[in-house]
């Protein structure tokens, strides 16, 4: 059982189901960082799944109970680590790689896989941070055109301090951006998986504090869209939460957070 106190609370996940993503530093000491930074860089090959057989180290970032206790959050307390994991490295030099899922665009509304991307060392705008577009896990990808799109308006870059580990939904468009420094930016991407429907929260959750909370499912915009996206959005978010609490009902008014309200009337006019 993992400790109340390294698990999400409410407030968190609505935060999650919002944007898709969320940046988390464990604080792991930076000797433990320069190890992994130090064995990434002696690499001759890239040994793809078999990273943790030449860095052994990184199950010690997956066993960390902060990083389990996110993850029991988000996945349920009988999730696995998938067998597929990779160690990107972003030459000196690269290109931009393209807007993509990893996912498969399949259609559903869950937090079925989470990606965790650990980051050994700091990473500036300049080291090809990953690139993110916040609230698109939500989106139907054109994945055959993602491709050809530029910038986002609301994209954000994971620049982040060394030891940081972004957790993704797996259908969140992200990519890797040009690294113009001179050093190679490491990130081990690991991938896991709910194994089980939640039949209730897995996360701090305190009733209370999620009516408090419930609004920002209704009224963060995290992504420029239309408003009948925007709607569509609120919708799925709504979906998500009853999929991951089990479908509890809180006791809220929607009325609260049902719109803005009308501009002032100016009397004076005829
Ligand atoms: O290296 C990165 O920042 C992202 C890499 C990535 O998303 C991928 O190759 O699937
Ligand atoms: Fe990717």
Known sequence: MIDNKFLLDDKQIFEFIINGYMIFNPKFSADFNKTILQKADALETNPGDNILDEIPELNNVWGNPKVKGILQSLLGSTYTMNSHRHCHMNEPG???????????????????????????????????????????????????????????????LGTVEAGSIIFLHYDIWHAATSNTSNKTRYMFKFLFNKNNQAKSPSWHHNPTEAVKHFGLLLTTQVCKSAQSDFYKEKFLREKMWDNMTGGIKLNISRDAWSGKKRPKKNTNMM
């Open 94 to 156: 690269s290109v931009s790689q393209t807007w993509h899922q990893d996912g498969l665009n399949e259609r559903h509304h869950e937090v079925k896989t989470v990606l965790g991307m650990y980051y050994p060392q700091k990473v500036t705008n300049k080291m090809g941070p990953t690139a993110i577009v916040p609230g698109t896990h939500f989106r139907n990808a054109p994945s055959d055109r993602l491709a050809t799109y530029g910038n986002f308006k609301d994209q954000v």
